[in-house]
């Protein structure tokens, strides 16, 4: 069984920056398809970013340019590092990988005051 175990999120002003972690455990393979999803209050999940097999990276439009999403030397971990965040950033983000079938992370409070 697949598990993911987020941190980083927190509180920073607008402008400011913020890294999320995300480790998977549960298996030896390489887990291919990684990625962040975020949901603000009242509104559906949306995909923030994602590393697809082959190394390649997609972003939302409203993302591209301020995040990058990495992945980290140990095996099966991705990073989410966020610039220039907005009040419009401000949401639960959960680190999501597909092996299989989709996993899901707890997730973490991103807030971003004015």
């Known amino acids: 069984q697949v598990q993911l175990v987020e941190s980083g999120g927190g509180l920073v002003q607008a402008g400011g920056s913020l890294r999320l972690s995300c480790a998977a455990s549960?298996?030896?393979?390489?887990?291919?398809?990684m990625g962040w999803y975020r949901q603000a209050p009242g509104k559906q999940r949306e995909l923030v970013a994602r590393?697809?097999?082959?190394?390649?990276?997609n972003y939302a439009d409203s993302v591209a340019g301020r995040f990058t999403i990495s992945r980290g030397n140990v095996k099966n971990t991705v990073y989410l590092q966020m610039n220039s965040l907005k009040p419009e950033d401000t949401a639960v983000y959960y680190c999501?990988?597909?092996?299989?079938?989709?996993?899901w992370g707890q997730g973490t409070q991103v807030t971003v005051s004015p």
């Open positions: 549960g298996t030896i393979f390489t887990i291919n398809t």
């Open positions: 999501w990988a597909r092996y299989g079938i989709d996993h």
């Open positions: 590393i697809i097999p082959g190394g390649d990276t």
